[in-house]
């Protein structure tokens, strides 16, 4: 099984609202990955965790505040979004964070700032 | 610094219309090539891993090959649920000694019945 899940499947929110995005693998993968995907454009690196340690931040805005509780899980603390964070968010996880290992993706969660 | 492109920006075909997309690049260690289909609103598909020059892999009207500059992925006889964007990525080794992937902007395939 190479799924990886993510909730929820769309969110709407407000400037001054704080939300979360969640996402769950089961493959016994070491690394586990956000993206950012504007339409019509590649996937934004965002955080990347090995072993459940933040490895690499992309120099995102702390308005984006990544958490991984265990191997398992991954979550991503949204506040005081502004309209232009408006995208597709993937979660995709590897074996390892080696640059030979496939990532498997999520679908998705659709985030509109309003 | 390194960088992945891909070709053509978007193609249509016919059904049956056989044709190639193109993924080259120029990094400083690769790890591993990736081949990726993506549905509009969806989170992308892995199909295919290359690691070395010369070696091909296949999966149903796919197939994927690799040289030390470019990879290619071949649709033979495509049908219209073939139509997505096709994606191709490279695992490199940063100056940080992390590891990520870089993504190439997309192949959009439109296969008309």
């Known amino acids: 099984d190479t799924e990886v899940t993510q909730t929820p499947k769309h969110l709407v929110m407000g400037m001054t609202n704080k939300k979360s995005l969640k996402c769950e693998q089961h493959?016994?993968?070491?690394?586990m990955y956000w993206y950012k995907q504007k339409a019509k454009k590649p996937p934004e690196l965002m955080f990347v965790y090995s072993y459940e340690k933040l490895s690499i931040n992309e120099s995102v805005p702390s308005r984006f505040s990544p958490e991984c509780p265990n191997s398992s899980l991954l979550n991503l603390h949204l506040h005081a979004l502004q309209p232009e964070d408006s995208a597709l968010y993937l979660c995709a996880s590897s074996q390892d964070m080696d640059g030979s290992y496939e990532q498997y993706f999520g679908p998705g969660t659709r985030l509109t700032v309003t | 610094e390194d960088q992945v492109t891909q070709s053509p920006e978007a193609l249509r075909l016919q059904e049956g219309e056989s044709s190639s997309l193109n993924c080259s690049y120029t990094?400083?260690?690769?790890?591993?090539l990736f081949w990726y289909r993506q549905d509009p609103g969806k989170g992308p598909e892995f199909l295919f891993t290359l690691y070395s020059a010369g070696e091909e892999k296949e999966k149903e009207r796919l197939k994927a090959t690799l040289t030390k500059k470019e990879s290619f992925l071949h649709i033979t006889a495509p049908k219209p649920e073939d139509s997505a964007t096709y994606l191709c990525?490279?695992?490199?080794?940063?100056?940080?000694?992390?590891?990520?992937?870089?993504f190439g902007t997309g192949t959009r395939l439109l296969v008309s019945p």
């Open positions: 493959m016994g993968h070491r690394a």
């Open positions: 990094v400083s260690g690769l790890r591993g």
């Open positions: 990525a490279v695992g490199v080794v940063m100056n940080t000694g992390f590891q990520k992937l870089v």
